[in-house]
């Protein structure tokens, strides 16, 4: 139990272009949703937090017209990179949370993960 | 906000032999440690937690101890298996939900 994917798994595109990145909990309903991005060889860095319904957190540092966030509804979380430069090439990560059954509330799944290169 | 400090940054061991990661932290406030296994081009895997109401965790090779009073919790890993080579990253949290990660340790089991 307790699955969350992502996709695409890896992405290409030309600077300028916009990418969406989508984030799913498979078997259990996300009441809150996080976004993370990693550089080569180094810690996970929160981007944003999202909780169904509502507006995403950013946190400080990240330009949340450059990185949308829209968290639809309790099994689906999207990311999308605007007008995307060589420079937001990264692996972007996201992680759900829930109130389940045996779980405590504050376990986080994480997805497999996005490989984006903008060229 | 909290600070988190993973040690070392590098661990090599023989197959075999124990491996141990040591994490501290900073606000006495988080309750939740939790240790993810990162392999090269994957997403974090939970291999094991801890709450601040539990000084000890095992399963099976792997156990994590915490100290509350130094605020200090390590994993530990017995029997390593070349399998067991990976990134791994310790985080501390309390309810709110934001984790906060250590900086990762890089373990290299040699055959």
Not at chain 1, 67 to 85: D, E, K, M, R
Request: net charge neutral; hydrophobic share 35%.
């Amino acid at each position: 139990g307790a699955v969350v994917s992502q996709h695409p798994s890896r992405v290409i595109c030309k600077s300028g272009t916009s990418v969406k990145i989508e984030c799913r909990s498979l078997d259990f309903q996300a009441t809150t949703m996080f976004w993370y991005r990693q550089f080569p060889k180094q810690s996970l860095m929160l981007m944003a937090t999202s909780n169904e319904g509502s507006k995403a957190t950013y946190e400080q540092g990240v330009e949340k017209d450059k990185f949308l966030i829209n968290h639809a509804s309790l099994t689906l979380s999207t990311l999308t990179v605007t007008s995307a430069h060589p420079e937001d090439s990264s692996f972007y990560i996201c992680s759900a949370s829930a109130l389940l059954a045996g779980v405590g509330p504050n376990e986080q799944f994480f997805g497999p993960g996005t490989r984006l290169t903008v060229l | 906000g909290e600070n988190v400090e993973q040690h070392p940054s590098t661990l090599s061991v023989q197959e075999g032999d124990s491996a141990v990661i040591k994490c501290t932290y900073s606000d006495s406030a988080s309750n939740y440690f939790p240790w993810y296994k990162q392999e090269l081009g994957k997403g974090p895997q939970l291999i094991i937690d801890i709450r601040s109401n539990v000084g000890e965790k095992k399963d099976q090779r792997i156990a994590v101890t915490l100290n509350k009073t130094a605020k200090h919790f390590s994993l530990h890993i017995t029997e390593t298996q070349p399998e067991d080579s990976a990134v791994y990253f310790c985080a501390a949290t309390f309810t709110g939900n934001q984790f906060y990660f250590g900086t990762g340790t890089s373990l290299t089991v040699i055959p």
